[in-house]
């Protein structure tokens, strides 16, 4: 079992930053796979950036402008944002899966754990 608690959310102009932080407890973090999703209103649920076992994946829509990385010290993965657009606007989650799942880490199947997400609002 993982207990997840994201923060760092908050509302931001249209190309500024933010870092979103996820803080883990229970189980040993670097056992899992972590990854970052975002809902935005009435869409669906979509893959954000993921990693696992020093590897990084990014969605298209994020690629060059999101960072995912761990401090396995702090038990804490964080989202590091730049050059945010509206349409980043969504709350974001954070989640942990199983490292050795065949489901791809952009699916959202692969996660058994979930934060209870943070928002992020971008203003033009």
């Known amino acids: 079992q993982v207990q997840l608690v994201e923060s760092g959310g908050g509302l931001v102009q249209a190309g500024g930053s933010l870092r979103l932080s996820c803080a883990a407890s229970g189980r040993t973090f670097s056992h899992y796979a972590m990854g970052w999703f975002r809902q935005a209103p009435e869409k669906e649920r979509e893959f954000v950036a993921a990693l696992r076992w020093g590897g990084t994946y990014y969605a298209d829509s994020v690629k060059g402008r999101f960072t995912i990385s761990t401090d396995n010290a702090k038990n804490t993965v964080y989202l590091e944002m730049y050059s945010l657009k509206p349409e980043d606007t969504a709350v974001y989650y954070c989640?942990?899966?199983?490292?050795?799942?065949?489901?791809?880490?952009?699916?959202?199947?692969?996660?058994?754990?979930w934060g209870q997400g943070t928002q992020v609002t971008v203003s033009p």
């Open positions: 989640a942990a899966a199983d490292p050795t799942a065949r489901t791809g880490l952009s699916n959202r199947g692969a996660y058994n754990y």
